[in-house]
């Protein structure tokens, strides 16, 4: 979910060219000093919901903690950044735009530098998609590196409470949560996935044909060196969440009695929803990890809602503003989520092959999910293709 009402972000810079693709558009911005397309770096926009943003994802990668497309241009490389008219589509669907995208940057390119394709969270998956499906057509991308930057190779996480509250707040005629975790792109990636107030957490059809859709393709391109980041920690050490905590409580007019709990093992309560539209629902889980608390990137999955909340009058305590949202262990491709010793692996004392990547790089803290900071976005431009 994302924040509703959010300032938009500065104007980024004009760009040099400007590509309408099916299904989206690419804005191009040459290397420092080139007159055109040379060593490019092709990158793809994550998830949402309407039209990929470009000014926020610029800002995104120049203006926070580290000025990651000043640094890629100085080295002389084109940075190539490809949006969606509609983010939560499919993957699939987006894989499309993202193949023209690359045939295009080939056709324009001066010099024959490999390219590096990826994206930043659903991006590197629509990408991996995109080059795996090229590959079987035998269709030459030119990829000599394919990167995820904290993507969800085996799922992502929205607290089931949350979930519920999506369909529970529905009844009022505000669909957007719902539109948002119930979209085709967010079904897929999502690891557990509630179809209803009082459904049963599981995966979604939507994710179960999308991973058989990567089978089909190879699961992963076959040509490139595969490079994954992750937000979060690689030692096993979660974020400070405690399981079965209370992460927020309403006591306002219309949900008075509403409250959310940090993931525990076992059977748990994960929320009580309440208020004029009736209840008190309890929602359970049972089998799961202690995922909110888990190592990885993190997202104000709880601080998004309890903003919204108090905009409309609630009255909000929100303890836990932040969530795992992307587990380290999903975003380089090593464990499932399933378990609770595989969600907190000390990574870094595994094996690298136990990895699908050939190479990968975690985060010192459990950072916001695919924040671009200086530890990341070196590593990454330290790996260019040449």
């Not at 929602?283 to 108090?310: K, R």
């Amino acid at each position: 979910m994302t924040p509703l009402g959010r300032p938009a972000a500065p104007q980024a810079p004009a760009a040099d060219e400007e590509w309408q693709l099916p299904g989206g558009n690419a804005r191009v911005y040459y290397g420092q000093g080139a007159k055109g397309v040379v060593r490019p770096v092709v990158l793809a926009d994550g998830f949402d919901l309407g039209p990929s943003d470009f000014d926020r994802l610029w800002a995104g990668l120049e203006s926070g903690r580290y000025p990651f497309i000043s640094e890629l241009r100085r080295r002389g490389r084109t940075l190539v950044l490809v949006g969606f008219d509609e983010r939560g589509d499919s993957v699939p669907r987006n894989a499309e735009t993202v193949t023209a995208a690359i045939l295009r940057t080939i056709a324009e390119q001066m010099g024959d530098t490999r390219l590096l394709v990826g994206g930043f969270s659903m991006g590197g998956l629509v990408t991996r998609y995109a080059l795996a499906k090229m590959e079987t057509q035998r269709m030459d991308h030119r990829a000599g590196v394919h990167l995820s930057f904290d993507s969800p190779h085996r799922g992502a996480w929205v607290p089931i409470g949350l979930q519920a509250f999506a369909h529970y707040l529905a009844q009022t005629g505000d669909d957007t949560y719902l539109r948002q975790i119930s979209s085709p792109a967010a079904q897929q990636m999502l690891w557990r996935y509630l179809d209803g107030v009082k459904g049963t957490p599981r995966e979604s059809p939507l994710r179960t044909e999308f991973k058989e859709q990567l089978q089909r393709v190879g699961s992963w391109p076959r040509i490139p060196r595969l490079l994954g980041v992750s937000s979060g920690r690689g030692d096993g050490v979660g974020n400070g969440v405690r399981a079965g905590a209370k992460a927020l409580t309403c006591s306002g007019a219309a949900f008075d009695g509403t409250y959310f709990l940090a993931q525990s093992q076992g059977e748990a309560e994960a929320a009580v929803l309440s208020g004029v539209l009736g209840g008190p629902h309890t929602i359970t889980t049972g089998g799961l990890a202690e995922l909110d608390g888990a190592p990885g990137g993190t997202l104000e999955s709880f601080g998004i809602l309890g903003d919204a909340l108090t905009a409309s009058g609630e009255s909000v305590d929100t303890a836990h503003r932040s969530v795992c949202f992307v587990p380290s262990v999903s975003a380089i491709a090593i464990r499932d989520l399933d378990r609770q010793e595989d969600l907190y692996a000390n990574i870094d004392e595994l094996p690298p092959e136990e990895s699908e990547l050939d190479d990968y790089v975690l985060s010192g803290s459990n950072d916001p999910h695919a924040g671009m900071t200086a530890e990341l976005g070196e590593w990454v431009l330290d790996r260019l293709p040449d």
